[in-house]
């Protein structure tokens, strides 16, 4: 098992490589000139020419991106062209708070995903299978940006029941331990700031949550169905067994391997696409801080963004993988 994991790890390498080239180019393809975005249009030419020499940006590109690859294994990520502060500064004050609304729509789409498609395929053809098959339709098929606009307007604006945005009430204050608010707010006793940063979180949360909850119930559906017509299910209904025994703990663990894999990718793309839920809610995380670094031509901020979301991702597959032996023992992982 140890040397599986050293392998899965070591296969990071090359993948993390290309993708730093692919950021690499594909962030040098945007039109814009950084230097002009920061002096602004009516700068001299000296001055754009002294900061383009200042910022590495009048070197050819195989040296940018060698500079930027030795800036990238030092754990450098640069400094961002618009505030000068260093990236990996901005990024772990905005990261947690990403982090933290991914995991409250993955609370919400594994346990309700998972929850309608064990339902579903439990009662096959019933009215809450064809129910939940198309609401997880309408889960999928439904923008974000419209359903969070809704769901303000009524939660927010005529009930009044939840905050309209952001993290925090004005007047409430958490101290910053892991900068995640219902950690740091347990871990200081605050429950005051823990009420009010679980009100604000829910809303978008679930904003976010609906498209993999949508795909986590028709992945548990199907495989699940798939489960419950092999003969040892047969035999543990012959034995007497109870219908939640046989459906929570023999079919559901063996049906887990496709479930687990759509929920680690969910999970990693909710960390980078975010982006849409953070804007509309006002949320402080890392997709809202890229897409005001892509309005501002900050390359580095894209790059060292970038780079932390799909090495992120890449580590979760990795993860993912590594799991499958650990739920389904009958997996080798030689």
């Keep these: 098992m140890v040397a599986f994991v050293l ?3 070591l296969t990071l390498i090359p993948t993390v490589f290309g993708i730093s080239v692919l950021v690499f180019i594909m962030i040098h393809l945007v039109p814009g000139d950084p230097a002009e975005m920061m002096l602004g249009e009516r700068a001299s030419e000296e001055a754009l020419q002294e900061l383009r020499r200042e910022l590495g940006l009048d070197r050819p590109l195989h040296v940018q991106y060698a500079m930027f690859v030795s800036r990238l294994v030092r754990g450098d990520l640069g400094r961002a062209l618009r505030t000068n502060e260093k990236i990996t500064t901005e990024i772990a004050e905005r990261f947690p708070a990403t982090v933290e609304l991914s995991l409250a729509a993955m609370v919400f789409a ?17 009215v809450f299978d064809y129910s939940s098959m ?29 905050p309209l945005s952001g993290r925090l009430s004005y007047d409430v204050h958490v101290e910053p331990i892991t900068r995640l608010l219902l950690v740091d707010s ?9 009420r009010d940063a679980l009100w604000h979180i ?5 904003t976010l949550s609906t498209i993999p909850m949508a795909i986590i119930a028709r992945i548990t559906r199907s495989s699940m169905l798939e489960v419950l017509r092999q003969d040892y299910i047969r035999t543990a209904r012959a ?3 109870p219908p939640h025994l046989v459906h929570y703990k023999h079919a559901l663990k063996n049906a887990l391997i496709p479930i687990i894999t759509v929920i680690g990718l969910q999970f990693g793309i909710l960390l980078g696409g975010a982006i849409l839920t953070e804007t509309i809610f006002a949320w402080p995380g890392i997709g809202l801080w890229l897409l005001n670094a892509v309005y501002a031509r900050d390359f580095n901020a894209v790059q060292g963004g970038t780079m932390l979301i799909a090495t992120t991702f890449v580590t979760i597959n990795m993860v993912v993988d590594i799991l499958y032996a650990w739920i389904n023992p009958r997996i080798k992982v030689s």
């Excluded at 929850?115 to 019933?126: C, E, H, K, N, P």
Aim: positive net charge; charged residues 10%; hydrophobic residues 60%.
């Design 7 to 9: 392998r899965r790890a």
């Design 110 to 126: 594994v346990s309700l995903g998972m929850l309608a498609g064990v339902i579903s395929a439990t009662r096959q053809y019933s």
């Design 134 to 162: 198309l609401f997880s339709l309408v889960g999928v098929s439904m923008p974000i940006f419209w359903l969070g606009l809704i769901l303000m307007i009524i939660f927010s604006l005529h009930l009044g029941w939840l």
């Design 186 to 194: 347990v871990l200081t006793g605050n429950w005051k700031g823990f």
């Design 202 to 206: 829910v809303m978008p949360a679930f």
């Design 239 to 241: 034995k007497g067994l």
